[in-house]
């Protein structure tokens, strides 16, 4: 970029979901825009599991959109392994409604999705500027009147911080707090490239046809979180997602969470289904795991944030959604801006309409209707005990030893009355009615 290029109407920092459809949408009404991205290309520094619930977004894309975008594969059979150390159980659901057309949730590849999705915001008339970090507000006065690049002055009416999880720019503008392993879950994937073939037989899928596995138990080793697989089209994503604080605080502790994924790997639920695979995409990111109460605030003057950036996850321990939040908060953010420009007021009064329309979009709702679930996650024993539990009383049901077999009920009964009745288990039974 020339230092001495016009001011634009929206400068958006981050080409992730929330940045692309921020810059699409305000695009596409006629503002002026500049997308930055410090990757490569969009989708070069972007994970996700990654299944995006395609429903509460539909209507916010054009229908050419969704026709024309990389998704992998529609998720028609979804599963819930629980793993005990050396035993597991696999609860398969599949419905009518998971094989209707449209159909509701897919699983994508970021890499090759939001590099599409980058097309189609240059194509909207958005300029979209890899390899450009952004590394501060500029201001004039008080005002935030842009962003730095480097040497570079980028002047525009409104900022949108679409910086994802560590959002510098939220923080510096004074919206969102200090970064602390307590409000962070660690996410690393791998992406294993495999013949389409052998994916359809091995999770036993129709040509075409995806799946997505969950996974709770022995696999993170007491830690809150959990595992996730998911067929891509020519391949399988599998990773972990593991409370932070839980690892000690250290995102980069390689030891800890890359042998909790090779030891995952190697698991026999998961070896048979990756074997003769080869891995072709690492990757290791944060996850904001916020309570309601601790969002950052999303708008003041000049400046909106969207996404990761303000915490719009919904965090599962076992799942994570965060894509249809960030591609809905983007699209609410850039009609926020339009308004704003058609009223010439860039104030916080102004573009808080961001605010009132995300409070009553699925975004916010979502987001407090499932404000109790990790208070509720992290809740050991749904990782170390239930599991195991689970799997043991299914050892003596099905286990016919060199003695013969115990009557089933006594077995079943001790190990249901000691377990899921027991004081604790009665807790976590009653703290689950907030869900
Ligand atoms: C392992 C894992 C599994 C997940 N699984 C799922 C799932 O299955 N379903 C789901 O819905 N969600 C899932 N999520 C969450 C989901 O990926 C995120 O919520 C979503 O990607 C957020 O999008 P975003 O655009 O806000 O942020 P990001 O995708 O993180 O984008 C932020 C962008 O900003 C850029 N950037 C940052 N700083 C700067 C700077 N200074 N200058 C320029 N550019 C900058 C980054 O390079 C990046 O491209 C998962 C997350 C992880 C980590």
């Given at each position: 970029?020339?230092?001495?290029?016009?001011?634009?109407?929206?400068?958006?920092?981050?080409?992730?979901?929330?940045?692309?459809?921020?810059?699409?949408?305000?695009?596409?009404?006629?503002?002026?825009?500049?997308?930055?991205?410090?990757?490569?290309?969009?989708?070069?520094?972007?994970?996700?599991?990654?299944?995006?619930?395609?429903?509460?977004?539909?209507?916010?894309?054009?229908?050419?959109?969704?026709?024309?975008?990389?998704?992998?594969?529609?998720?028609?059979?979804?599963?819930?392994?629980?793993?005990?150390?050396?035993?597991?159980?696999?609860?398969?659901?599949?419905?009518?409604?998971?094989?209707?057309?449209?159909?509701?949730?897919?699983?994508?590849?970021?890499?090759?999705?939001?590099?599409?999705?980058?097309?189609?915001?240059?194509?909207?008339?958005?300029?979209?500027?890899?390899?450009?970090?952004?590394?501060?507000?500029?201001?004039?006065?008080?005002?935030?009147?842009?962003?730095?690049?480097?040497?570079?002055?980028?002047?525009?009416?409104?900022?949108?911080?679409?910086?994802?999880?560590?959002?510098?720019?939220?923080?510096?503008?004074?919206?969102?707090?200090?970064?602390?392993?307590?409000?962070?879950?660690l996410?690393i994937?791998?992406?294993?490239?495999?013949?389409?073939?052998?994916?359809?037989?091995?999770?036993?899928?129709?040509?075409?046809?995806?799946?997505?596995?969950?996974?709770?138990?022995?696999?993170?080793?007491?830690?809150?979180?959990?595992?996730?697989?998911?067929?891509?089209?020519?391949?399988?994503?599998?990773?972990?997602?593991?409370?932070?604080?839980?690892l000690?605080?250290?995102?980069?502790d390689?030891?800890g969470s890359h042998?909790l994924l090779?030891?995952?790997?190697?698991?026999?639920?998961?070896?048979?289904?990756?074997?003769?695979?080869?891995?072709?995409?690492?990757?290791?990111?944060?996850?904001?795991?916020?309570?309601?109460?601790?969002?950052?605030?999303?708008?003041?003057?000049?400046?909106?944030?969207?996404?990761?950036?303000?915490?719009?996850?919904?965090?599962?321990?076992?799942?994570?959604?965060?894509?249809?939040?960030?591609?809905?908060?983007?699209?609410?953010?850039?009609?926020?801006?339009?308004?704003?420009?058609?009223?010439?007021?860039?104030?916080?009064?102004?573009?808080?309409?961001?605010?009132?329309?995300?409070?009553?979009?699925?975004?916010?709702?979502?987001?407090?209707?499932?404000?109790?679930?990790?208070?509720?996650?992290?809740?050991?024993?749904?990782?170390?005990?239930?599991?195991?539990?689970?799997?043991?009383?299914?050892?003596?049901?099905?286990?016919?030893?060199?003695?013969?077999?115990?009557?089933?009920?006594?077995?079943?009964?001790?190990?249901?009355?000691?377990?899921?009745?027991?004081?604790?288990?009665?807790?976590?039974?009653?703290?689950?009615?907030?869900?």
């Amino acid at each position: 970029m020339d230092s001495d290029e016009q001011k634009v109407d929206l400068i958006v920092v981050g080409a992730g979901l929330a940045g692309l459809s921020c810059a699409y949408e305000a695009a596409r009404s006629g503002l002026s825009v500049l997308l930055l991205e410090r990757g490569d290309h969009p989708g070069a520094k972007n994970v996700s599991g990654g299944r995006i619930y395609i429903e509460p977004v539909r209507d916010l894309m054009p229908a050419k959109f969704w026709q024309d975008a990389p998704l992998e594969r529609p998720v028609t059979s979804e599963s819930l392994v629980l793993m005990g150390p050396s035993s597991s159980v696999t609860l398969v659901f599949s419905s009518e409604s998971m094989r209707a057309d449209p159909p509701s949730s897919y699983t994508i590849l970021r890499s090759r999705f939001d590099r599409w999705f980058g097309e189609q915001v240059e194509a909207s008339g958005a300029f979209v500027v890899p390899q450009a970090v952004a590394t501060g507000l500029l201001r004039d006065g008080d005002r935030i009147a842009g962003v730095r690049a480097g040497e570079e002055d980028l002047e525009a009416d409104v900022v949108v911080a679409a910086d994802g999880a560590l959002s510098f720019l939220a923080r510096e503008a004074g919206l969102a707090p200090g970064l602390a392993p307590a409000g962070h879950a660690l996410g690393i994937k791998e992406v294993i490239a495999l013949d389409p073939g052998r994916i359809e037989d091995r999770l036993a899928l129709a040509p075409g046809q995806g799946a997505a596995r969950l996974f709770l138990g022995d696999l993170t080793r007491s830690m809150v979180g959990g595992g996730f697989l998911y067929s891509n089209r020519d391949s399988i994503s599998l990773g972990l997602v593991v409370s932070l604080e839980d690892l000690g605080g250290r995102p980069d502790d390689a030891d800890g969470s890359h042998a909790l994924l090779d030891a995952f790997k190697e698991r026999p639920e998961i070896r048979p289904l990756v074997e003769g695979g080869e891995t072709v995409e690492y990757s290791a990111h944060l996850i904001p795991e916020l309570p309601v109460g601790g969002l950052p605030s999303r708008v003041t003057d000049n400046l909106l944030v969207v996404g990761d950036a303000a915490g719009l996850v919904i965090y599962h321990g076992i799942t994570v959604r965060g894509m249809d939040l960030a591609m809905a908060s983007g699209v609410l953010a850039a009609r926020a801006c339009v308004k704003a420009r058609e009223a010439g007021d860039f104030s916080a009064s102004a573009l808080s309409k961001y605010d009132r329309m995300l409070a009553e979009s699925f975004v916010m709702r979502d987001v407090e209707r499932h404000a109790a679930a990790p208070g509720f996650l992290a809740r050991r024993r749904l990782y170390e005990t239930y599991p195991r539990e689970i799997c043991d009383l299914l050892e003596d049901l099905f286990r016919v030893g060199p003695d013969g077999k115990e009557r089933l009920y006594p077995a079943a009964w001790k190990r249901v009355r000691r377990t899921f009745l027991s004081m604790e288990g009665l807790k976590d039974l009653w703290a689950a009615r907030k869900l």
